[in-house]
């Protein structure tokens, strides 16, 4: 059976493109899709992709995601990330690696981005690549 990442994606990201294309790019989060799936296709995975401006629609993706059996999860959380409590108590509550996920790197930002709630529960972080953070990511989980 294909072994499936969840890539959960939070707030704002769906306006991916048009949203401050100079700090986060042209891309689309379909476009970024596309290209996850294509690579793990040639990984023999399979990417199941999903965006809420919701936080309790992360933390019950993320109960989820544990509960069918993903290898991991790849989570760009978005403003949540430096916010909430209940995403960092969700990753600690599943067994399957969480990678965090950004496309600008934060420490680089404002200072009220320096801290991240699902960094400090996540098993690692890669941020600052672009669209290209999520690549990475992917290839980082088919490797564990
Ligand atoms: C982001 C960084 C966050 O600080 C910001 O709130 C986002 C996007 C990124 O991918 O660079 O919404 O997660």
């Not at 399979?46 to 290898?71: F, K, P, T, Y």
């Not at 949540?80 to 990753?91: C, K, R, W």
């Amino acid at each position: 059976m294909t072994q499936v990442i969840y890539v959960l994606n939070g707030p704002n990201l769906n306006l991916l493109g048009l949203r401050e294309p100079d700090i986060y790019g042209h891309d689309t989060l379909d476009d970024i899709a596309g290209r996850l799936e294509d690579r793990a296709q040639e990984l023999g995975l399979e990417i199941d992709m999903r965006q809420s401006n919701h936080e309790g629609h992360l933390v019950d993706w993320l109960h989820e995601a544990q509960a069918e059996g993903a290898r991991a999860v790849l989570l760009n959380a978005g403003a949540f990330t430096h916010t909430s409590v209940a995403l960092h108590d969700a990753i600690k509550a599943i067994r399957i690696p969480v990678i965090e996920v950004h496309l600008s790197n934060p420490h680089r930002r404002e200072e009220f981005r320096h801290k991240s709630y699902v960094g400090m529960a996540a098993l690692g972080t890669i941020a600052g690549f672009g669209a290209n953070s999520y690549l990475l990511a992917l290839e980082a989980v088919a490797q564990l």
